[in-house]
């Protein structure tokens, strides 16, 4: 996998190259901490019971634990957590996206107003207005630019945070034919 911070991979095309990962600073996390008057900061970190979600959760609890958070992982059936998380009744919550080779699939129902991936509970209408304007903007400049002014928001604010992209493997008998490999690891049958 690699390390991300925006709703496309740094590979995409559509990744904002002028807001790179950060680099990882714990002494600058605790100042900001300290000057924002916050000590001992706590919260829960709901999570599906899946093993790649536990593992999120835990490497999340143990780095930031350095900053000095205390993580509460609460482990909740995937089904469930799911329906807590439409209800808005978690205070974080791991969730992994398959994510899409288009931009549009990775953040308008997460980051869109009252969309149905929208856990967060974020409106903001410049951000709906850009999200509309890439939807039917056809020149992939134009796209680029839009996203470019969705991140400078998004990134800002925070509703989400990414933390990777994966990268997928395939492994297939050469007597399959028709198989597109897309970036977003999901298999589509048609064709094969």
Not at 29 to 49: D, H, I, R, Y
Not at 112 to 120: F, N, R, V, W
Request: net charge positive.
């Amino acid at each position: 996998a690699d390390v991300g911070n925006q709703w496309v991979a740094p590979t995409n095309a559509f990744y904002a190259k002028n807001m790179p990962v950060p680099k990882r600073d714990v002494a600058k996390a605790k100042a900001l901490l300290q000057a924002a008057g916050v000590s001992n900061p706590s919260f829960t970190l709901m999570t599906p019971t899946t093993s790649d979600a536990q593992k999120i959760a835990q490497v999340v609890q143990s780095m930031v634990r350095e900053a000095g958070f205390d993580v509460k992982i609460q482990s909740t059936e995937f089904a469930t957590s799911l329906n807590m998380a439409d209800k808005g009744d978690f205070e974080a919550y791991v969730l992994a996206w398959s994510g899409r080779a288009d931009p549009d699939g990775n953040i308008f129902s997460f980051d869109g107003c009252k969309q149905p991936l929208d856990y967060a509970g974020y409106c903001k209408q410049e951000v709906d207005d850009l999200l509309n304007r890439s939807r039917t903007t056809l020149d992939p400049a134009e796209r680029k630019k839009i996203y470019g002014e969705l991140a400078a928001i998004v990134l800002k604010d925070r509703p989400i945070v990414y933390l990777f992209h994966r990268h997928w493997l395939w492994a297939y008998t050469n007597k399959l034919s028709g198989l597109r490999t897309i970036p977003d690891g999901l298999v589509r049958v048609q064709g094969l």
